[in-house]
C-alpha cells in the first residue's frame, strides 16, 4: 500500500510554518508528524502539499493509495483502522476526512464512500501553531516510549546528577558532563551526537535532537523540544525549535515555536503572559485579524530563516514570518510579515537578493544546501506575502 500524507484544511491556521514545509513537516513531540506516521505506518510516505511546495515535497501516486490527513498524531488503534481501508472507504473526524482509500486517478466523492467515524477526543492533532507547543509534552511522551522500547541507553555520566533515571535516554555519542536532569515529570530525551554543557539544568519532558547543544548554566523547563542540530542557551519553557536554529544566549523563551535556520540574538526576550492576565491572540493569516487562542500563556512564532539582533524584545502573542531581520530598541509589533527589515520604528522590505545570500551563508555552516527550490518557495512566500509589507 502507498500512503500519502495531505495538508487537510488547517494549513492556512499553521502559517507562517507552512509557507515553507507541509503540515506533515511539523516537528511535535521528539520527530516530525512525517516520522511519526512512517514509524508507526512501516512505509516511507510522500506529500500533496501547495503546488509551490511540491517540487521539493512531491506526491507519488501509486495503484492504490491511502491518503492520511497530517495534522493527526498517529495511535495504535487509528493505525490499525487506516490499515484496513478499502476502495471507497474513508475515516472522518466529525466533518473532515481523516484517511481514505484511492485508486490511481481516481476522482473523490465522498457521498458515495462508507465513512467510518474516529472520536475526536481519542486524538491529539495540530490545528492552530500554539498547539505544536500545547501538546508538545504529550507528543515528547509518546515518541520517547516508541523510540527507547527495547532498547538500551547509554550510561549516564557518573558527575551528571539524575532524577528518575528509567525516565532518561541517551544515545550514542552524546556528551554531559555536570549538567543535572530531572525525569520526575516526564522523560528526557537525548539524542546522539547531543552536547549538554556544565551546569545546565533540564527537566522533562524534553527532547534534545540529534547534533544539538544546549550552552553551559541552560535552564530549560519541561515540555521543550529542542530539534536536530540546534544551539540553545538562557531559560527556555516549553517551546518548539524544529531545527538548525540557534538561541545560544542568555534570555527567556516561553511557550514559543521558532521555525528552522532562524537566531535569536543574545539577551532576546519574548513575554509569554499579558500584565493583566488576559487571553492572548495571535495574528490570524486567513482571517488577517488576531485570534483568540484560548491561552493565558502564548509566547513567539517565528517562521523559517528569520533573525533578530541582541536585546530584541518581543511582546506576547508575537507572530514573525518568514525570512524576516528584527532589531533596534522598543517592542516590535506583534505581527512581523515576512521579508520585513527593522524594528519598534518601522519597518522595510527584506529583498529576496539580500535574503538569499544569507541564507546561503547559513546553511552552508551546517554543510545543508540552499538549492533552486528554496529560492523558488522563498520567492513565492515574497509575493503571496507583499499585501502586508508596508514600506
Not at 26 to 33: H, K
Not at 238 to 259: A, P
Not at 293 to 320: A, E, P, R, W
Request: charged share 25%; hydrophobic share 35%; glycine share 8%.
Amino acid at each position: 500500500m502507498n500512503y500519502i500524507l495531505f495538508d487537510g484544511s488547517v494549513r492556512n491556521q499553521l502559517l507562517p510554518f507552512t509557507y515553507t514545509r507541509p503540515v506533515a513537516d511539523i516537528r511535535v513531540g521528539i520527530l516530525t508528524l512525517r516520522e511519526k506516521w512512517e514509524d508507526y505506518l512501516g512505509f516511507a510516505t510522500s506529500t500533496i502539499t501547495e503546488d509551490y511546495l511540491s517540487e521539493k515535497f512531491p506526491m507519488v501516486e501509486m495503484e492504490r493509495n491511502i491518503l492520511i490527513n497530517a495534522s493527526v498524531l498517529p495511535n495504535e488503534e487509528l493505525v490499525s483502522q487506516i490499515k484496513e481501508l478499502k476502495e471507497d472507504q474513508a475515516i472522518f473526524i466529525d466533518d473532515e476526512p481523516l484517511a481514505f482509500f484511492s485508486n490511481e486517478g481516481q476522482e473523490i466523492d465522498f457521498n458515495s464512500f462508507d465513512v467510518k467515524q474516529f472520536p475526536a477526543e481519542d486524538i491529539m492533532r495540530i490545528q492552530h501553531t500554539w498547539d505544536i507547543f500545547r501538546i508538545n509534552g504529550e507528543a515528547i511522551k509518546q515518541d520517547f516510549n516508541r523510540i527507547t522500547q527495547g532498547r538500551e541507553s547509554e550510561p549516564i555520566p557518573e558527575m551528571t546528577p539524575v532524577f528518575n533515571e528509567k525516565q532518561i535516554f541517551i544515545e550514542s555519542g552524546a556528551k554531559l558532563p555536570l549538567c543535572s536532569l530531572n525525569a520526575n515529570d516526564g522523560p528526557i530525551y537525548i539524542g546522539k551526537d547531543t552536547e549538554i554543557m556544565e551546569g545546565s539544568m533540564i527537566r522533562g519532558p524534553f527532547a534534545l535532537c540529534e547534533g544539538s547543544t544546549v550552552k553551559m548554566s541552560a535552564k530549560i523547563y519541561s515540555n521543550t523540544t529542542i530539534g536536530p542540530y540546534s544551539k540553545v542557551g538562557g531559560e527556555i519553557n516549553n517551546c518548539v525549535i524544529f531545527g538548525y536554529s540557534n538561541k545560544g544566549h542568555d534570555g527567556f523563551l516561553g511557550n514559543s515555536v521558532i521555525g528552522e535556520w532562524c537566531n535569536l540574538g543574545a539577551d532576546t526576550n519574548n513575554s509569554n503572559l499579558k500584565n493583566n492576565y488576559a487571553e492572548v491572540r495571535l495574528w490570524d493569516y486567513e482571517t488577517e485579524g488576531f485570534a483568540k487562542t484560548g491561552l493565558q500563556f502564548c509566547g513567539l512564532m517565528m517562521g523559517d530563516h528569520s533573525k533578530c539582533g541582541i536585546n530584541t524584545m518581543f511582546n506576547t502573542g508575537t507572530v514573525v514570518g518568514v525570512s524576516a531581520n528584527i532589531f533596534g530598541s522598543g517592542f516590535p509589533r506583534n505581527f512581523i510579515p515576512s521579508f520585513s527589515w527593522g524594528g519598534s520604528k518601522g519597518f522595510s522590505t527584506y529583498l529576496t537578493k539580500k535574503a538569499f545570500e544569507v541564507a546561503k551563508v547559513v546553511m552552508e555552516r551546517r554543510e545543508v544546501d540552499f538549492t533552486e527550490d528554496d529560492a523558488k518557495i522563498l520567492e513565492h512566500v515574497f509575493e503571496e506575502t507583499k499585501k502586508w509589507r508596508r514600506d
